[in-house]
Protein backbone atom coordinates (compact mmCIF):
# COMPACT_ATOMS: atom_id res chain seq x y z
CA UNK A 1 0.00 0.00 0.00
CA UNK A 2 2.79 2.43 0.73
CA UNK A 3 4.74 1.45 -2.64
CA UNK A 4 0.81 2.28 -4.22
CA UNK A 5 0.40 5.65 -2.58
CA UNK A 6 4.06 6.59 -3.32
CA UNK A 7 3.54 6.15 -7.07
CA UNK A 8 0.18 7.98 -7.50
CA UNK A 9 2.14 10.69 -5.56
CA UNK A 10 5.36 10.46 -7.52
CA UNK A 11 2.66 10.88 -10.82
CA UNK A 12 0.72 13.96 -9.57
CA UNK A 13 4.28 15.63 -9.29
CA UNK A 14 5.44 14.88 -12.62
CA UNK A 15 1.91 15.59 -13.92
CA UNK A 16 1.87 19.36 -12.09
CA UNK A 17 5.87 19.80 -13.53
CA UNK A 18 4.91 18.78 -16.89
CA UNK A 19 1.82 21.69 -16.85
CA UNK A 20 4.64 23.60 -15.74
CA UNK A 21 7.21 22.40 -18.07
CA UNK A 22 4.59 23.16 -21.29
CA UNK A 23 3.85 26.64 -19.98
CA UNK A 24 7.64 27.77 -19.63
CA UNK A 25 7.13 28.06 -16.05
CA UNK A 26 9.74 25.10 -15.49
CA UNK A 27 13.04 24.72 -16.71
CA UNK A 28 14.50 21.64 -17.48
CA UNK A 29 15.16 19.82 -20.83
CA UNK A 30 12.66 17.38 -21.59
CA UNK A 31 14.89 14.21 -21.87
CA UNK A 32 16.48 15.27 -18.14
CA UNK A 33 12.85 15.21 -17.11
CA UNK A 34 11.62 12.04 -18.20
CA UNK A 35 14.90 10.55 -17.08
CA UNK A 36 14.31 11.91 -13.19
CA UNK A 37 10.74 10.78 -13.51
CA UNK A 38 11.54 7.10 -13.78
CA UNK A 39 14.68 7.61 -11.80
CA UNK A 40 12.54 8.84 -8.18
CA UNK A 41 9.41 6.59 -9.23
CA UNK A 42 12.57 3.57 -9.08
CA UNK A 43 11.44 -0.17 -8.89
CA UNK A 44 10.19 -1.20 -11.78
CA UNK A 45 10.20 1.88 -13.85
CA UNK A 46 14.26 2.14 -13.67
CA UNK A 47 14.02 -1.68 -15.82
CA UNK A 48 10.76 0.38 -17.60
CA UNK A 49 12.99 3.09 -18.47
CA UNK A 50 16.06 1.37 -19.91
CA UNK A 51 14.18 -0.97 -21.78
CA UNK A 52 12.36 2.06 -23.42
CA UNK A 53 15.54 3.73 -23.88
CA UNK A 54 16.61 0.85 -26.41
CA UNK A 55 13.11 1.60 -28.55
CA UNK A 56 15.32 3.85 -30.66
CA UNK A 57 12.09 3.85 -33.34
CA UNK A 58 10.25 5.89 -30.67
CA UNK A 59 12.82 7.73 -28.82
CA UNK A 60 14.96 10.40 -30.56
CA UNK A 61 18.83 9.99 -30.68
CA UNK A 62 19.49 12.11 -27.45
CA UNK A 63 16.48 10.69 -25.31
CA UNK A 64 17.50 7.46 -25.83
CA UNK A 65 21.02 8.16 -24.89
CA UNK A 66 20.36 10.20 -21.59
CA UNK A 67 17.80 7.30 -20.69
CA UNK A 68 20.21 4.58 -20.98
CA UNK A 69 22.15 6.25 -18.36
CA UNK A 70 19.18 6.49 -15.70
CA UNK A 71 20.73 5.38 -12.00
CA UNK A 72 19.72 2.65 -10.29
CA UNK A 73 21.34 2.88 -7.19
CA UNK A 74 18.94 2.76 -3.89
CA UNK A 75 19.88 2.68 -0.36
CA UNK A 76 20.95 -1.00 0.43
CA UNK A 77 19.02 -3.32 2.66
CA UNK A 78 20.60 -4.39 5.72
CA UNK A 79 22.96 -7.32 6.41
CA UNK A 80 20.21 -8.74 8.96
CA UNK A 81 17.92 -9.22 5.64
CA UNK A 82 20.87 -11.00 3.95
CA UNK A 83 21.80 -13.60 6.59
CA UNK A 84 17.70 -14.30 6.26
CA UNK A 85 17.70 -14.58 2.85
CA UNK A 86 20.39 -17.18 2.74
CA UNK A 87 18.99 -19.34 5.07
CA UNK A 88 15.56 -19.58 3.22
CA UNK A 89 17.07 -20.26 0.21
CA UNK A 90 20.46 -21.93 0.98
CA UNK A 91 19.87 -23.09 4.61
CA UNK A 92 23.01 -20.95 6.32
CA UNK A 93 24.26 -18.12 6.38
CA UNK A 94 26.95 -16.18 3.80
CA UNK A 95 29.51 -16.76 6.50
CA UNK A 96 29.43 -20.47 7.04
CA UNK A 97 29.19 -20.84 3.03
CA UNK A 98 31.75 -18.48 2.27
CA UNK A 99 35.70 -18.32 2.99
CA UNK A 100 34.58 -13.88 3.32
CA UNK A 101 31.93 -12.50 2.82
CA UNK A 102 31.37 -8.82 2.67
CA UNK A 103 28.50 -7.57 4.47
CA UNK A 104 28.76 -3.98 3.01
CA UNK A 105 27.08 -4.40 -0.87
CA UNK A 106 29.44 -2.58 -3.50
CA UNK A 107 26.45 -1.99 -5.98
CA UNK A 108 23.09 -1.75 -4.60
CA UNK A 109 19.95 -1.02 -6.55
CA UNK A 110 15.86 -1.31 -7.53
CA UNK A 111 15.27 -5.35 -7.71
CA UNK A 112 18.92 -6.64 -6.13
CA UNK A 113 22.21 -5.98 -4.04
CA UNK A 114 25.90 -7.51 -4.94
CA UNK A 115 28.21 -8.32 -2.61
CA UNK A 116 31.76 -9.40 -2.85
CA UNK A 117 32.98 -13.04 -1.46
CA UNK A 118 35.56 -15.65 -1.74
CA UNK A 119 35.52 -18.83 -1.42
CA UNK A 120 37.22 -21.31 -0.29
CA UNK A 121 39.97 -21.44 -2.65
CA UNK A 122 40.16 -17.71 -2.26
CA UNK A 123 38.40 -17.11 -5.91
CA UNK A 124 36.47 -14.16 -5.68
CA UNK A 125 32.41 -13.90 -6.68
CA UNK A 126 29.76 -11.27 -7.09
CA UNK A 127 26.66 -12.32 -4.87
CA UNK A 128 23.26 -11.22 -6.15
CA UNK A 129 20.66 -11.21 -3.53
CA UNK A 130 17.14 -10.37 -4.29
CA UNK A 131 16.07 -7.49 -2.63
CA UNK A 132 13.00 -8.82 0.51
CA UNK A 133 9.32 -7.62 -0.83
CA UNK A 134 9.98 -6.48 -4.49
CA UNK A 135 7.88 -9.30 -6.47
CA UNK A 136 5.02 -7.47 -4.13
CA UNK A 137 6.34 -3.56 -5.23
CA UNK A 138 6.97 -5.12 -8.97
CA UNK A 139 3.46 -6.22 -9.12
CA UNK A 140 1.56 -2.50 -7.90
CA UNK A 141 4.51 -0.71 -10.55
CA UNK A 142 2.60 -3.44 -13.34
CA UNK A 143 -0.57 -1.64 -12.18
CA UNK A 144 0.91 1.89 -13.20
CA UNK A 145 2.71 0.72 -16.12
CA UNK A 146 -0.27 -0.64 -17.38
CA UNK A 147 -1.84 2.76 -17.07
CA UNK A 148 0.55 4.78 -18.31
CA UNK A 149 1.21 2.08 -21.24
CA UNK A 150 -2.72 3.16 -22.13
CA UNK A 151 -2.46 6.71 -21.90
CA UNK A 152 0.15 6.49 -24.18
CA UNK A 153 -1.37 4.72 -26.60
CA UNK A 154 -4.63 6.93 -26.87
CA UNK A 155 -1.79 10.06 -27.61
CA UNK A 156 1.08 8.94 -28.82
CA UNK A 157 0.59 5.68 -31.16
CA UNK A 158 3.92 3.80 -32.36
CA UNK A 159 3.35 1.39 -35.84
CA UNK A 160 6.43 -0.71 -34.52
CA UNK A 161 5.26 -1.55 -31.38
CA UNK A 162 1.67 -0.72 -29.70
CA UNK A 163 2.46 0.55 -26.27
CA UNK A 164 0.04 -2.11 -24.58
CA UNK A 165 1.96 -4.69 -26.19
CA UNK A 166 5.69 -3.11 -25.16
CA UNK A 167 4.16 -3.43 -21.49
CA UNK A 168 3.46 -6.21 -22.00
CA UNK A 169 6.53 -7.64 -22.98
CA UNK A 170 8.35 -5.58 -20.23
CA UNK A 171 6.15 -7.49 -17.67
CA UNK A 172 7.37 -11.08 -19.08
CA UNK A 173 10.80 -9.63 -19.37
CA UNK A 174 10.89 -8.05 -15.60
CA UNK A 175 9.52 -11.38 -14.11
CA UNK A 176 12.52 -13.07 -15.60
CA UNK A 177 14.78 -10.97 -13.93
CA UNK A 178 12.84 -11.73 -10.71
CA UNK A 179 14.28 -15.04 -11.11
CA UNK A 180 17.99 -15.38 -11.17
CA UNK A 181 17.83 -19.00 -12.15
CA UNK A 182 17.03 -17.59 -15.50
CA UNK A 183 19.70 -15.31 -15.77
CA UNK A 184 22.10 -18.16 -14.36
CA UNK A 185 20.44 -20.52 -17.32
CA UNK A 186 21.10 -17.59 -19.79
CA UNK A 187 24.83 -16.43 -18.56
CA UNK A 188 25.39 -20.45 -18.96
CA UNK A 189 24.44 -20.26 -22.86
CA UNK A 190 26.05 -17.17 -23.82
CA UNK A 191 29.16 -18.84 -21.92
CA UNK A 192 29.32 -22.07 -23.66
CA UNK A 193 29.18 -19.54 -27.31
CA UNK A 194 32.61 -17.34 -26.09
CA UNK A 195 36.06 -18.81 -28.33
CA UNK A 196 38.74 -19.31 -26.15
CA UNK A 197 41.17 -15.97 -26.40
CA UNK A 198 38.15 -13.85 -26.83
CA UNK A 199 38.16 -10.30 -26.25
CA UNK A 200 34.95 -10.49 -24.38
CA UNK A 201 34.30 -11.81 -20.81
CA UNK A 202 30.93 -13.43 -19.69
CA UNK A 203 31.39 -14.85 -16.02
CA UNK A 204 31.02 -17.92 -14.75
CA UNK A 205 27.85 -19.00 -12.84
CA UNK A 206 28.24 -20.99 -9.39
CA UNK A 207 24.72 -23.23 -9.75
CA UNK A 208 25.46 -24.98 -6.65
CA UNK A 209 25.45 -21.89 -4.86
CA UNK A 210 22.38 -20.43 -6.35
CA UNK A 211 18.95 -19.81 -6.48
CA UNK A 212 15.94 -18.08 -7.80
CA UNK A 213 16.74 -15.30 -5.09
CA UNK A 214 20.61 -15.41 -4.81
CA UNK A 215 23.17 -15.78 -7.74
CA UNK A 216 26.72 -16.56 -7.25
CA UNK A 217 29.12 -15.72 -10.60
CA UNK A 218 32.79 -14.81 -11.18
CA UNK A 219 33.74 -11.67 -9.81
CA UNK A 220 34.89 -9.26 -13.16
CA UNK A 221 37.05 -6.48 -12.17
CA UNK A 222 35.98 -3.44 -14.75
CA UNK A 223 34.58 0.11 -15.73
CA UNK A 224 31.36 0.10 -16.24
CA UNK A 225 30.81 1.61 -19.56
CA UNK A 226 28.06 3.82 -18.56
CA UNK A 227 30.59 5.60 -15.70
CA UNK A 228 33.02 6.03 -18.93
CA UNK A 229 30.21 7.93 -20.70
CA UNK A 230 29.73 10.30 -17.73
CA UNK A 231 33.37 10.86 -16.98
CA UNK A 232 33.62 11.73 -20.90
CA UNK A 233 30.30 14.11 -20.82
CA UNK A 234 31.43 15.72 -17.13
CA UNK A 235 35.17 15.91 -18.22
CA UNK A 236 36.38 14.03 -15.30
CA UNK A 237 37.30 11.04 -17.65
CA UNK A 238 39.67 11.39 -20.51
CA UNK A 239 40.85 8.99 -23.51
CA UNK A 240 44.34 9.69 -22.81
CA UNK A 241 43.81 9.18 -18.62
CA UNK A 242 41.70 5.71 -20.17
CA UNK A 243 44.97 4.60 -22.29
CA UNK A 244 46.67 4.78 -19.39
CA UNK A 245 44.62 2.48 -17.70
CA UNK A 246 45.07 0.30 -20.75
CA UNK A 247 41.34 1.02 -22.57
CA UNK A 248 40.76 2.06 -25.92
CA UNK A 249 37.63 3.55 -26.19
CA UNK A 250 37.44 3.71 -29.86
CA UNK A 251 38.14 -0.32 -29.41
CA UNK A 252 35.55 -0.47 -27.46
CA UNK A 253 32.33 -0.21 -30.19
CA UNK A 254 33.83 -2.55 -32.73
CA UNK A 255 34.16 -5.17 -30.30
CA UNK A 256 30.79 -4.89 -29.10
CA UNK A 257 29.42 -4.55 -32.86
CA UNK A 258 31.46 -7.48 -33.65
CA UNK A 259 30.42 -9.42 -30.61
CA UNK A 260 26.90 -8.87 -31.52
CA UNK A 261 27.21 -9.79 -34.83
CA UNK A 262 28.65 -12.94 -34.08
CA UNK A 263 25.96 -13.87 -31.17
CA UNK A 264 23.34 -13.23 -33.98
CA UNK A 265 24.66 -15.34 -36.84
CA UNK A 266 26.64 -18.05 -35.44
CA UNK A 267 24.26 -18.89 -32.28
CA UNK A 268 21.21 -17.31 -33.46
CA UNK A 269 21.02 -15.90 -29.67
CA UNK A 270 22.53 -12.40 -28.30
CA UNK A 271 22.66 -10.06 -25.33
CA UNK A 272 19.43 -7.79 -26.03
CA UNK A 273 19.81 -5.52 -22.83
CA UNK A 274 22.98 -3.71 -24.03
CA UNK A 275 22.36 -0.25 -21.93
CA UNK A 276 25.86 0.96 -20.43
CA UNK A 277 25.51 -0.57 -17.50
CA UNK A 278 26.04 -3.98 -18.67
CA UNK A 279 29.14 -3.28 -20.26
CA UNK A 280 32.31 -3.67 -18.17
CA UNK A 281 36.00 -1.92 -19.99
CA UNK A 282 38.71 -4.16 -19.15
CA UNK A 283 42.56 -3.69 -19.56
CA UNK A 284 44.08 -4.84 -22.59
CA UNK A 285 40.75 -3.49 -24.77
CA UNK A 286 38.67 -6.15 -23.39
CA UNK A 287 35.13 -5.97 -22.58
CA UNK A 288 33.04 -7.87 -20.43
CA UNK A 289 29.21 -8.39 -20.58
CA UNK A 290 27.02 -9.22 -17.45
CA UNK A 291 23.54 -9.00 -16.55
CA UNK A 292 21.89 -11.79 -19.01
CA UNK A 293 18.80 -11.34 -17.77
CA UNK A 294 17.44 -10.29 -21.03
CA UNK A 295 17.91 -13.07 -24.50
CA UNK A 296 17.38 -11.94 -28.07
CA UNK A 297 16.70 -14.46 -30.43
CA UNK A 298 17.55 -14.62 -34.15
CA UNK A 299 14.68 -14.02 -37.37
CA UNK A 300 13.59 -17.30 -38.69
CA UNK A 301 15.04 -16.33 -42.72
CA UNK A 302 18.92 -15.55 -41.75
CA UNK A 303 19.45 -15.55 -45.46
CA UNK A 304 17.05 -13.02 -46.81
CA UNK A 305 18.18 -10.55 -43.45
CA UNK A 306 21.73 -10.66 -44.31
CA UNK A 307 20.78 -9.82 -47.94
CA UNK A 308 18.61 -7.34 -46.27
CA UNK A 309 21.88 -5.50 -44.20
CA UNK A 310 24.14 -5.75 -46.64
CA UNK A 311 21.84 -3.87 -49.12
CA UNK A 312 21.25 -1.41 -46.45
CA UNK A 313 25.10 -0.85 -45.98
CA UNK A 314 25.53 -0.23 -49.47
CA UNK A 315 22.75 2.48 -49.51
CA UNK A 316 20.75 0.08 -52.43
CA UNK A 317 17.66 1.38 -50.54
CA UNK A 318 15.36 -0.72 -53.81
CA UNK A 319 17.23 -3.75 -52.98
CA UNK A 320 17.46 -3.40 -49.21
CA UNK A 321 12.73 -3.00 -49.07
CA UNK A 322 12.90 -6.09 -51.59
CA UNK A 323 14.30 -8.09 -49.14
CA UNK A 324 13.02 -6.62 -46.07
CA UNK A 325 9.44 -7.56 -47.71
CA UNK A 326 10.80 -11.24 -48.48
CA UNK A 327 11.30 -12.10 -44.86
CA UNK A 328 9.71 -8.91 -42.75
CA UNK A 329 6.34 -8.81 -44.30
CA UNK A 330 5.61 -12.08 -43.90
CA UNK A 331 1.67 -11.24 -43.45
CA UNK A 332 1.17 -8.63 -46.21
CA UNK A 333 3.34 -11.21 -48.45
CA UNK A 334 0.30 -14.22 -46.97
CA UNK A 335 -2.38 -11.90 -48.23
CA UNK A 336 -0.53 -11.07 -51.63
CA UNK A 337 0.13 -15.30 -51.74
CA UNK A 338 -3.81 -15.57 -50.75
CA UNK A 339 -5.44 -13.11 -52.95
CA UNK A 340 -3.77 -14.41 -56.56
CA UNK A 341 -5.25 -17.30 -57.85
CA UNK A 342 -2.99 -20.70 -56.99
CA UNK A 343 -2.56 -21.03 -60.77
CA UNK A 344 -0.63 -18.08 -61.11
CA UNK A 345 2.98 -18.29 -60.86
CA UNK A 346 5.13 -17.01 -58.25
CA UNK A 347 7.31 -14.74 -60.32
CA UNK A 348 4.17 -12.39 -60.40
CA UNK A 349 4.29 -12.49 -56.42
CA UNK A 350 7.48 -11.49 -56.67
CA UNK A 351 7.44 -8.84 -59.35
CA UNK A 352 4.53 -7.40 -57.21
CA UNK A 353 6.98 -7.32 -54.21
CA UNK A 354 9.80 -5.36 -56.01
CA UNK A 355 7.07 -3.17 -57.23
CA UNK A 356 6.21 -2.29 -53.62
CA UNK A 357 10.11 -2.53 -52.81
CA UNK A 358 11.04 0.39 -55.17
CA UNK A 359 8.32 2.54 -54.02
CA UNK A 360 8.96 2.35 -50.62
CA UNK A 361 12.66 3.19 -51.51
CA UNK A 362 11.28 5.83 -53.40
CA UNK A 363 9.70 7.30 -50.08
CA UNK A 364 12.47 6.67 -48.02
CA UNK A 365 14.98 8.54 -50.45
CA UNK A 366 12.79 11.95 -50.29
CA UNK A 367 12.85 11.75 -46.62
CA UNK A 368 16.52 10.87 -45.87
CA UNK A 369 17.84 13.36 -47.90
CA UNK A 370 18.50 15.83 -45.13
CA UNK A 371 19.82 13.05 -43.43
CA UNK A 372 22.42 12.50 -46.40
CA UNK A 373 23.62 16.38 -46.08
CA UNK A 374 24.05 16.06 -42.29
CA UNK A 375 26.27 12.94 -43.22
CA UNK A 376 28.80 14.96 -45.04
CA UNK A 377 29.42 16.90 -42.09
CA UNK A 378 29.05 14.15 -39.53
CA UNK A 379 25.85 15.58 -37.85
CA UNK A 380 24.50 12.03 -37.56
CA UNK A 381 25.20 8.57 -38.36
CA UNK A 382 23.91 5.76 -40.63
CA UNK A 383 22.48 4.28 -37.87
CA UNK A 384 19.80 7.13 -37.66
CA UNK A 385 19.47 6.83 -41.21
CA UNK A 386 19.02 2.47 -40.74
CA UNK A 387 16.10 3.41 -38.06
CA UNK A 388 14.52 6.02 -40.30
CA UNK A 389 13.88 3.08 -43.27
CA UNK A 390 12.36 0.86 -40.48
CA UNK A 391 10.37 3.60 -38.79
CA UNK A 392 9.30 4.28 -42.89
CA UNK A 393 8.30 0.55 -43.44
CA UNK A 394 6.42 0.50 -40.27
CA UNK A 395 4.06 3.64 -41.42
CA UNK A 396 2.82 1.35 -44.35
CA UNK A 397 1.82 -0.98 -41.53
CA UNK A 398 4.38 -3.69 -42.35
CA UNK A 399 4.90 -5.41 -39.51
CA UNK A 400 8.22 -6.29 -38.43
CA UNK A 401 9.30 -9.23 -36.93
CA UNK A 402 9.89 -9.05 -33.19
CA UNK A 403 13.04 -10.74 -33.26
CA UNK A 404 14.50 -8.44 -35.81
CA UNK A 405 12.90 -5.13 -34.35
CA UNK A 406 14.88 -6.04 -30.86
CA UNK A 407 18.36 -7.01 -32.47
CA UNK A 408 17.70 -3.54 -34.65
CA UNK A 409 17.36 -1.86 -31.44
CA UNK A 410 20.39 -3.48 -29.36
CA UNK A 411 23.03 -2.96 -32.44
CA UNK A 412 21.49 1.28 -33.00
CA UNK A 413 22.21 1.74 -29.22
CA UNK A 414 25.76 0.66 -29.54
CA UNK A 415 25.80 2.80 -32.55
CA UNK A 416 25.17 5.32 -30.42
CA UNK A 417 26.84 5.04 -28.05
CA UNK A 418 30.01 4.42 -30.06
CA UNK A 419 29.92 8.20 -31.63
CA UNK A 420 30.18 9.27 -27.80
CA UNK A 421 33.49 6.72 -28.18
CA UNK A 422 34.81 7.54 -31.60
CA UNK A 423 33.54 10.59 -33.57
CA UNK A 424 34.29 8.35 -36.63
CA UNK A 425 32.77 5.65 -35.64
CA UNK A 426 30.27 4.07 -39.19
CA UNK A 427 28.01 1.20 -37.62
CA UNK A 428 27.68 -0.19 -41.20
CA UNK A 429 31.10 -0.45 -41.94
CA UNK A 430 31.62 -3.18 -38.89
CA UNK A 431 28.92 -4.86 -40.30
CA UNK A 432 30.47 -4.83 -44.00
CA UNK A 433 33.96 -5.55 -42.13
CA UNK A 434 32.19 -8.46 -40.31
CA UNK A 435 30.47 -10.27 -43.09
CA UNK A 436 33.76 -9.96 -45.22
CA UNK A 437 35.65 -11.47 -42.24
CA UNK A 438 33.31 -14.45 -41.81
CA UNK A 439 32.16 -17.64 -43.51
CA UNK A 440 28.51 -17.21 -43.79
CA UNK A 441 27.86 -20.90 -45.34
CA UNK A 442 28.73 -21.23 -41.13
CA UNK A 443 26.19 -19.06 -39.80
CA UNK A 444 22.73 -20.31 -38.84
CA UNK A 445 21.27 -19.55 -42.37
CA UNK A 446 17.16 -21.19 -41.33
CA UNK A 447 14.85 -20.59 -43.70
CA UNK A 448 11.19 -19.58 -43.45
CA UNK A 449 8.69 -21.98 -43.48
CA UNK A 450 6.08 -21.84 -46.56
CA UNK A 451 3.44 -19.29 -45.92
CA UNK A 452 0.29 -20.97 -45.22
CA UNK A 453 -2.35 -19.87 -47.48
CA UNK A 454 -5.85 -18.26 -45.98
CA UNK A 455 -8.92 -18.09 -47.82
CA UNK A 456 -8.76 -15.96 -50.94
CA UNK A 457 -12.21 -13.94 -50.46
CA UNK A 458 -10.68 -13.19 -46.61
CA UNK A 459 -6.94 -11.99 -48.29
CA UNK A 460 -8.84 -9.75 -50.80
CA UNK A 461 -10.83 -8.19 -48.12
CA UNK A 462 -7.68 -7.45 -46.27
CA UNK A 463 -5.76 -6.08 -49.09
CA UNK A 464 -8.63 -3.97 -49.89
CA UNK A 465 -8.47 -2.84 -46.18
CA UNK A 466 -4.59 -2.21 -46.73
CA UNK A 467 -5.10 -0.50 -50.23
CA UNK A 468 -7.99 1.93 -48.78
CA UNK A 469 -5.12 3.03 -46.16
CA UNK A 470 -2.78 3.78 -48.96
CA UNK A 471 -5.38 6.29 -50.42
CA UNK A 472 -4.33 8.81 -48.12
CA UNK A 473 -0.85 7.41 -46.75
CA UNK A 474 0.93 7.46 -50.31
CA UNK A 475 -1.67 7.75 -53.84
CA UNK A 476 1.71 6.72 -55.89
CA UNK A 477 1.96 3.75 -54.63
CA UNK A 478 -1.75 2.95 -54.38
CA UNK A 479 -2.36 3.33 -58.23
CA UNK A 480 0.82 1.56 -58.96
CA UNK A 481 -0.14 -1.59 -56.95
CA UNK A 482 -3.91 -1.10 -57.35
CA UNK A 483 -2.89 -1.34 -61.44
CA UNK A 484 -1.44 -4.31 -60.68
CA UNK A 485 -3.55 -6.23 -58.71
CA UNK A 486 -6.51 -5.38 -60.93
CA UNK A 487 -4.75 -8.08 -63.52
CA UNK A 488 -5.42 -10.61 -61.80
CA UNK A 489 -8.71 -9.69 -60.21
CA UNK A 490 -7.61 -9.10 -56.47
CA UNK A 491 -8.04 -5.56 -56.12
CA UNK A 492 -11.53 -4.28 -55.91
CA UNK A 493 -11.26 -0.47 -55.32
Known sequence: MIRFCYIWSILIKYAFLL?????????????????????????????????????????????????????????PF????????FIHELGTPPEKIFKDFQSVPFASASFGQVHAAKLDDDTIVAVKILRPGIEDEVKIDFI????????????????????????????????????YHIEASHTERMLKTQPKNSNVIIPKIYPRLSTKRILVQQYIEGIPLSRVLRGLDDGRLTPEELLEMGIDITKTPRILVAEMMREYFYFGVFHADPHPGN??????DKIALIDFGILGNSV??????????????????????????????GELRQLIESAFPANIDQDHVNNFMKILGERFADSVDSKIQKGREDLKVMKTDYTVLSLQVLKEAQSYKIKLPKEMVVFTRAITIIGFMAKKL???????????????????????????????????????????????????KDPKMYHLVNKYLEKYNVASL
Open 19 to 75: LLLKLGLYKKPPKTFIKKFFEEAGGSFIKFGQLLALRVDVLPQDFSLEMLDLLDNVK
Open 78 to 85: PYEDVKER
Open 144 to 179: FITLIAAIAEMFYKVDAMPWSEFAQEFKIWTKDELD
Open 279 to 284: ILLLEN
Open 300 to 329: ANQKVFIEFLEAGCNYDYKKAFYYLLNFAG
Open 422 to 472: DYEFKLTEEIKKFFKENDKNDFILSHNEDLKRISRDSAIEKLNNWLSFLVE
